[in-house]
């Protein structure tokens, strides 16, 4: 957790100087993000995650703001077992499924200087390279035809969908800070489609997020 703490306080640092320093870059706003699974039950628990986001804001001088961006979600369950075909199952497994993702929201402001707002919108998630790590046990023949049964680790390929969608909301405040606007936001997306459904197991990204964020 410090480690995490740590990365985010650092890149956060970046991109407030970069801010500051340049108003001529293609995005508009700029974001790290924590997030936490929202897919806990008798056999799933919630883990922590991270992320980062550049967006282009449309519609700029209205009260109503078009968002496309593109950001990174690193998040995380965990699993007390899984079924891995007849002769084997998991346990204690760990998904850390990371995606590129394309978002497009609207956004609502309420107020001048000081801004509240609400937004809402889509998103498309792009998985890649997501990993699991966890303890297999298998029981199968071996060369005397007696049935064996082994127990070890294991770190691989999770094996879940490439493609993730759903919608997002969330509520935030923009607050105007020398040069720069800060931006303080949770939301919550969920993801429609199941990422894994086999041998009676589902797998689900769906997570709430606090996003901190400067706008230049």
Known sequence: ???????????FSII???????SNTFFDEFSILLNKTDVKNYNTNDRIG???GVYLKFFDTHKVNILFGFEYNRT????KNMCEGHFANSTDI????NSISVPITMRINIG???????????????????RRKGVMHTCLPNDSNQVECKEFDFEENAG??????GISFGIGIIIPISKIKLVIKPDYKFGVGALYDDYGDQIYNRYFRVILGIII
């Open 160 to 165: 879940v969908s490439s493609i993730n969608y």
């Open 50 to 52: 991270l992320g980062i």
């Open 1 to 11: 957790m410090k480690n995490l703490i740590l990365i985010l306080t650092l890149f």
């Open 76 to 79: 995380s369950q965990f699993k």
């Open 94 to 97: 760990t998904y850390y499924i």
């Open 112 to 130: 001048n200087r000081l801004k509240a707002f609400i937004e809402s919108g889509t998103f498309l998630d792009l998985n890649a390279g997501a």
């Open 16 to 22: 407030l100087t970069f801010g500051q320093n340049d």
